[in-house]
């Protein structure tokens, strides 16, 4: 049997919170009627800005439910706080002890903090990803990803990912087969990839030199420019245009602008009747079966299954 404890940092999600207790639950509650025995004890400690009562002792496992911040601003003065410090504190002398640690969403810069993601690969909220790029260069970060079980630390992306984690949890200390049942109990799809969800004018727009580029390759989206055009768009050379993009977006140029061309081409299959040639042609692919393959890597769907909830959501 795992024991595991729920670190709720004062002024955590609820929601996150309350997904890690049900998905725990749900898995003892389908272990309990297969005639097995529960595979979690759960407890819940409080970190505020008073004394801790309680601590990690004796936890296997200690999951960080989503801090709640809603700007980088406010989750930068959220670390500083004596809250969030003696979370810290409290999270690497448990890793030192021989327990897994596992968060989402803003709770992965309490990981960060700790240094113990350091030469690791790791994930985040993807609006969050230029600030903890920043931050902490020694990462590797890979916001794209749902989760990043890089045991005996998994981290995950946005806020509702701690879903994935409570699942790659299960699955690792409870077994696959299990998780599986979770996730069908609770009606989950496999959602491998935050990309479908990733805003890029969001990203894009915390530097001013990358929102520029932006903007002109969506002026210019329907012919066929150059990555040296767009560096120059920049007022950036190439390299250090490159670099720029690395560090905000965790994009190659390349990368970068096939993004543009991808979220314009969804918006048109979603909201017109275009034929996908024409699609293709306006978000400057002279091939369809190039916008194709790129739709389903990057939204893991067809241009067909677009235009399909497209429809549903306007009719």
């Not at 299990?178 to 727009?205: E, I, K």
């Not at 190659?252 to 096939?258: E, L, N, Y």
């Amino acid at each position: 049997m795992t024991a595991v404890a729920v670190l709720e940092v004062e002024g955590c999600m609820a929601s996150s919170a309350a997904i890690s207790h049900d998905v725990l639950a749900t898995a003892n509650r389908i272990s309990l009627a297969a005639k097995r025995s529960a595979p979690f004890t759960v407890s819940t400690v409080r970190c505020g800005t008073g004394r801790n009562r309680a601590g990690l002792d004796g936890a296997d496992l200690v999951i960080v439910p989503g801090l709640g911040t809603a700007t980088a601003e406010e989750l930068e003065a959220r670390l500083k706080t004596s809250a969030c410090r003696r979370a810290i504190g409290m999270l690497a002398e448990a890793f030192g002890a021989g327990t897994a640690l596992a968060a989402s969403c803003a709770s992965t810069f309490l990981l960060a903090e700790t240094g113990l993601l350091e030469g690791r690969r790791a994930t985040t909220t993807w609006w969050l990803a230029p600030l903890f790029r920043r931050r902490y260069p020694g990462i590797d970060l890979a916001e794209e990803r749902m989760v990043v079980a890089d045991w005996p630390i998994a981290t995950a992306g946005a806020a509702m990912a701690q879903m994935d984690l409570m699942l790659a949890v299960v699955a690792r200390f409870a077994g696959p087969g299990l998780a599986h049942a979770c996730a069908r109990y609770l009606l989950l799809d496999q959602r491998r990839s935050q990309a479908p969800y990733m805003a890029l004018s969001f990203m894009a727009g915390q530097d001013e030199t990358i929102a520029r580029a932006e903007a002109w390759a969506r002026a210019n989206i329907a012919r066929d420019f150059t990555m040296d055009e767009l560096a120059a768009a920049a007022g950036l050379a190439p390299r250090t245009f490159a670099r720029r993009l690395a560090a905000v977006c965790g994009l190659s140029p390349v990368r970068f602008a096939q993004r543009i061309r991808v979220e314009a081409a969804e918006l048109l299959l979603e909201t017109t009747r275009l034929s996908v040639d024409e699609v293709a042609r306006r978000v400057g692919y002279a091939e369809p079966s190039t916008l194709r393959r790129l739709i389903r890597r990057d939204a893991r769907r067809c241009p067909a299954e677009l235009r399909r909830s497209g429809r549903t959501a306007t009719g």
